[in-house]
């Protein structure tokens, strides 16, 4: 079992950043992929970023070279630092883990555990 906890959340004018943390808890998520998604009101939910320990990052084409994903092993926990933030980056922000093997996909299907999320609001 996997515990997620997501924090960091807030509201931001555009061209602003903001850093999500996720404490992960539990046992056997040592291998697994983690991932940061997002639904805003009315939209499905979808990937924002994946890692895994010692593997490639995958980002959702829309946060490439403005969201970074990374972990601190050490402190078990999760991190997205989001740069040159807009209004459509407003969402809330989910933590997920899970074992889907291979490269770390951005299909919340894939993903068995999930935090409470946290919501992030950027103003124009």
């Known amino acids: 079992q996997v515990h997620l906890a997501e924090s960091g959340g807030g509201s931001v004018q555009a061209g602003g950043s903001l850093s999500l943390s996720c404490a992960v808890s539990?046992?056997?998520?040592?291998?697994?992929?983690m991932a940061w998604f997002r639904q805003a009101p009315g939209k499905e939910r979808e990937g924002v970023a994946s890692i895994r320990m010692f593997g490639p990052k995958n980002y959702a084409g829309s946060v490439n070279d403005r969201f970074t994903i990374y972990q601190d092993r050490a402190k078990a926990t999760l991190y997205l630092q989001m740069n040159s933030l807009n209004p459509e980056d407003t969402a809330m922000y989910y933590c997920?883990?899970?074992?889907?093997?291979?490269?770390?996909?951005?299909?919340?299907?894939?993903?068995?555990?999930w935090g409470q999320g946290t919501q992030v609001t950027v103003s124009p």
């Open positions: 997920a883990a899970g074992d889907p093997g291979g490269t770390c996909p951005l299909s919340p299907r894939d993903y068995q555990y």
């Open positions: 539990g046992s056997g998520y040592s291998t697994y992929c």
